[in-house]
């Protein structure tokens, strides 16, 4: 059966973490506010390799856009997450999306560009098939790669971000927990 946006959801929102925190998080009133990364496609995953759908997720995304770039803003609403979900034993990590570049080359190295929405920086994730936010308002999936590689785990460079070592080291990661999957190695020319 073909992943749809509708069996993706579904699966989704089956891991009681994604559940929990998709119930608690509008609270926080947080605009463009995306559930994303490795809580959904993880969770997919862990459902086609029939484990249980929390197995070895490490962090639970949460991506959202706020003009104001003070790093005072975004820890206070970090801050506010951290109170809104102590009872979850699990490391979610919000990221204001409008801050992204200010602090990326420090830590992960090369140029960054100034994002102008959520779905700006899930477009610019390492790994095409893993480029996948769900809403938290709407419940709409925005996954502009589709689904189909993460359906048939395929590991590709997005040539939105080609950072080569990155790439590599994310998409080993990766196979690591979930042998299954396939890495496709990217052209050597950068696009």
């Given at each position: ?95 204001n999306q409008a801050r992204v570049h200010l602090w990326y080359s420090k ?85």
């Open positions: 059966m073909a992943l749809t946006i509708e069996n993706f959801i579904k699966i989704s929102m089956e891991n009681p973490i994604n559940a929990e925190i998709i119930s608690k998080l509008h609270t926080l009133g947080l605009d463009q506010c995306m559930l994303t990364a490795g809580s959904l496609f993880q969770t997919v995953w862990n459902h086609q390799s029939k484990l249980p759908l929390t197995w070895a997720i490490k962090d639970y995304d949460v991506f959202y856009f706020d003009e104001d770039l003070s790093f005072e803003a975004e820890n206070k609403i970090i801050n506010s997450a951290h109170r809104l979900f102590k009872d979850i034993n699990v490391n979610i990590e919000l990221k830590r992960f190295g090369g140029q960054y560009p100034k994002l102008e929405s959520t779905k700006d920086g899930i477009d610019r994730y390492l790994i095409s098939g893993t480029c996948i936010g769900l809403d938290i308002e709407t419940y709409h999936i925005y996954a502009p790669n589709g689904l189909l590689d993460t359906e048939q785990g395929v590991l590709r460079i997005n040539p939105k971000n080609y950072k080569l070592d990155l790439f590599y080291q994310k998409a080993k990661s990766y196979q690591e927990r979930w042998p299954w999957l396939t890495i496709i190695e990217p052209d050597s020319l950068s696009t």
